[in-house]
């Protein structure tokens, strides 16, 4: 089953918002499979935004993510990449779809309270910088036969 890299940023942490952003995930029947709280270096900065260390944006980007203490959450479910990306919504708050977590909870192009991995092959690369093997676990929910009909897996 696909699995998912999810950052609550400083921003949520600040506000509060870790919470409430987690019980969407819950809510919706995604499975946490890893989850940690840690600081992210400059380096690891760098490589988790590679695609933008060149944007203007970047030094900012990498302060803040470097600021304080971030969490760091694997999400498995059925195509839960796309599903989780759709309902994080668009980069810029402003223009995320109602109803989605960035729209629901932020108002900011870069203060935007969470990431989500883009693509499944991103989400590999993702999960692997932030956590091992062991950090990561393989279990079953008690009541998977109400979360999906057998032949969805
Ligand atoms: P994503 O988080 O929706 O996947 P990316 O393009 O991968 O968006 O950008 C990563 C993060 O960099 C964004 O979530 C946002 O915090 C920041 N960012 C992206 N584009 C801009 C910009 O144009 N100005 C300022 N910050 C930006
Ligand atoms: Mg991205």
């Not at 760091?72 to 668009?90: F, K, N, T, W």
Request: hydrophobic residues 45%.
């Amino acid at each position: 089953m696909e699995r998912t890299l999810i950052l609550f940023k400083p921003d949520a942490i600040q506000r509060g918002l870790v919470g409430e952003i987690l019980g969407v995930f819950e809510k919706k029947g995604l499975k946490i499979v890893g989850m940690k709280m840690l600081r992210m270096t400059p380096d690891l900065s760098k490589r988790h935004y590679a695609h933008l260390v060149d944007k203007p944006f970047y030094a900012d980007l990498e302060k803040f993510m470097t600021s304080q203490p971030i969490i760091a959450m694997v999400l498995e479910g059925v195509e839960v990449v796309s599903v989780v990306r759709d309902i994080v919504g668009a980069t810029n708050a402003r223009k995320a779809a109602p109803g989605t977590i960035r729209a629901r909870f932020s108002n900011s192009l870069s203060r935007n309270v969470i990431h989500a991995s883009d693509s499944v092959e991103t989400a590999k690369k993702e999960i692997s910088n932030f956590f091992s093997d062991e950090e990561l676990f393989e279990y079953d929910f008690a009541l998977k036969p109400f979360f999906y009909a057998g032949d969805e897996e």
